[in-house]
């Protein structure tokens, strides 16, 4: 995916919320932070990055927070919508 394309709008999401979305395949994303993995929208309106990783891998200490916003601009995205989520101890 190039900047010019036209997903100017992103999600990060937490565990769960990428399976929601119909995804393309991943693009590796190298930035000075590091690289980042970001899966673009099958009709390519937007972009997804699990924030754990594909398949909930990375601990929250572990994610790369900088690569991934440093991948978004680079691929021109404007707006980004974060969601999460805190579970409980009973």
Known sequence: MKRNDNAGVAVIGGTGV????ELGGALRVKTRF???LVFPSKRG???VIPRHGPGHVVPPHLVNY???IAALRRLGVKTVIATSAVGSMN
């Open 66 to 68: 900088r690569a991934n």
């Open 45 to 47: 309106r937007f972009l």
């Open 34 to 36: 590091g690289q980042a």
């Open 18 to 21: 990428a399976e929601h979305f």
